[in-house]
């Protein structure tokens, strides 16, 4: 059972549209980070939530919180090429280290 | 920011060999430090958690006799994946963390490849 469900798990965009990428789950979260990896290279943080309600400006990027605290979205406006890549969500529950990753979306911005 | 270091970046070996991969943060000390596995498109898979000093925690299903960890100081864990098979061929992550709730910082990962 995955804990946290991305979606899409792919996304094929021409360059200057707008995206939205989600994270859900039935289970709530202390926090929740959204990451981007390149191809053989670790994650890299774009963001951490912590306030149900909570949302965070990237430059383009837009990252809310549920007011739950239970999903997040990511939303890119105007995309570029230079966006493309493996999105993650990674959620941490009250009392544990760990960080759940969900499974990814893998976007391509063609120019 | 904080860097964490990953070494080698990439390792090509034999099946039936080992091989160890080392995770260092080079300006923070990491009290604790994370295992990932990543297979192709896909997303990470927590192997293990290394707490500096103690006995590494592993996930379900994943052998502890198999991908040996040691976390012997605050800034190094090691990673060895012992008679390695071309199952185990893989991206392998490390993260690592200074204390309590403080950002994770990750390694730029390791391939391995098993022939």
């Known amino acids: 059972t995955q804990l946290l469900e991305q979606s899409p798990q792919f996304l094929s965009i021409q360059e200057g549209e707008n995206l939205t990428v989600y994270c859900n789950s039935s289970s709530v979260f202390s926090s929740l980070q959204w990451y981007r990896q390149e191809p053989g290279e670790g994650p890299v943080l774009l963001v951490t939530?912590?306030?149900?309600?909570e949302v965070k400006k990237l430059k383009r990027l837009t990252f809310q919180f549920g007011d739950a605290r239970k999903d997040s979205s990511l939303h890119i406006t105007a995309a570029q090429p230079g966006d493309t890549g493996l999105y993650l969500c990674?959620?941490?529950?009250?009392?544990?280290?760990?960080?759940?990753f969900g499974k990814g979306t893998k976007l391509t911005v063609n120019p | 920011g904080a860097v964490v270091s990953q070494h080698p970046s990439w390792v090509i070996c034999k099946s039936g060999t080992s091989v160890k991969i080392e995770c260092r943060s080079l300006d923070f000390q990491a009290t604790t430090m994370f295992w990932y596995r990543q297979f192709p498109k896909q997303s990470l898979m927590l192997m293990a958690t290394s707490n500096e000093g103690s006995k590494a925690t592993y996930e379900q299903g994943v052998e502890k006799d198999k991908f040996l960890i040691n976390h012997a100081s605050l800034t190094l864990s090691t990673l060895t994946v012992t008679s390695a098979h071309p199952e185990d061929s893989s991206f392998y992550i490390c993260?690592?963390?200074?204390?309590?709730?403080?950002?994770?910082?990750f390694g730029n990962g390791t391939r391995l490849t098993v022939t």
């Open positions: 939530v912590v306030t149900g309600g």
């Open positions: 993260s690592a963390r200074s204390e309590g709730w403080s950002p994770l910082h």
């Open positions: 990674a959620g941490e529950q009250g009392g544990s280290e760990k960080l759940v």
